[in-house]
DNA sequence: CCTTCAAGCTTGAAACGTCAAGTCATGCTG
DNA sequence: CAGCATGACTTGACGTTTCAAGCTTGAAGG
């Protein structure tokens, strides 16, 4: 779906895909890949959540702060990473913060940015979550390829990801 | 982010990603592959918002209906392509009726059965729409890649989505 | 200093999605 | 054929995201 349907017929009775704009092997591998757009992260989500209580934004908020010097980082930074409007984060961060596993405070050399920063109970929480989440990931696309086909499959994403990146810039 | 960050360090200062799961090799294309499962939907959502008024679900709705015989299919079936939850579609579809893209009624051969059914502006809409889609997706996904990618695109995407549904199915 | 401005959030209302019931038609069972 | 079970939605309440202001901090110009 979603590029093939008819644009010529008229009559609900005779409308057949014509595929008219796409070859049929472009459309197939378009189609394949808009399947893993829709299906994979929703598989990664539902790992999370039955098993760590954490959705996808979530984890990846714990998981980048843990990866910067001090725990900490500017929302800004954060809300570019997970594709988050700014305002989305900050409606995510105040759910971590509820529950304690992130705290925010003024960025003291310049009081226009926040830092979040992970807790003590925020990391053993993302550490508690990992290990799982690393596993799905291998037994749903690591394991699922060869060497040669995962590292093909990153670089096309790469491909698509400058056109995206151009994109909007421009 | 989301794999790699340390577990073991329990200084804030002392934090150093490890990576000691996934080799450098898969942690890079997995990260690339997870910048296009968060960009790439929305780089053709904002297209299909600016220049149609449709969000993605719903073309995907339209685009479906428009394949079948009379351009008629049960709800539920819509459901399991867009990885919508039947309240969801239930939802969507009852906005799109509202708008006059679609009409329901329960199917005559089997009254538990609720069919979707396109109009003739519902047609017409996604008519308009393809183009634009078509071209956008060209620029940003197959375009970016020789013919000889894009079809291993999609077929590590194909044994992908064969990982993901046998884990739906058990 | 004192505006004016832009950047970086925060907030609240409205749109949207999810979850847990509820409804209704059909199938199955005794 | 009565009664229960099942499947396919629908509904409404609740939670999340988006959208459009609004607030606050610091920079720049006079």
Redesign the pocket.
Known sequence: MMHDMAVDAREPTATEPLGGWLTPGQLDSWLSLVRVLIWLPWSIDQQL?RDSKL?M?EYQVLAMLSEHENWTT????L?EVTN????????????LEKRGLVR?E??PT?????NAILTDLGYATLAEAAPGHVTHLRSIVIDALSPEQLRRLGSASQRIMSRIDASRAG
Do not use: C, I, K, Y
């Open positions: 959540q959705r934004v500017h929302m800004s930074a809300a988050a409007s700014l305002s989305r984060l900050s409606h995510v961060v105040e759910r925010r003024p960025d310049d009081g226009r940015f926040t």
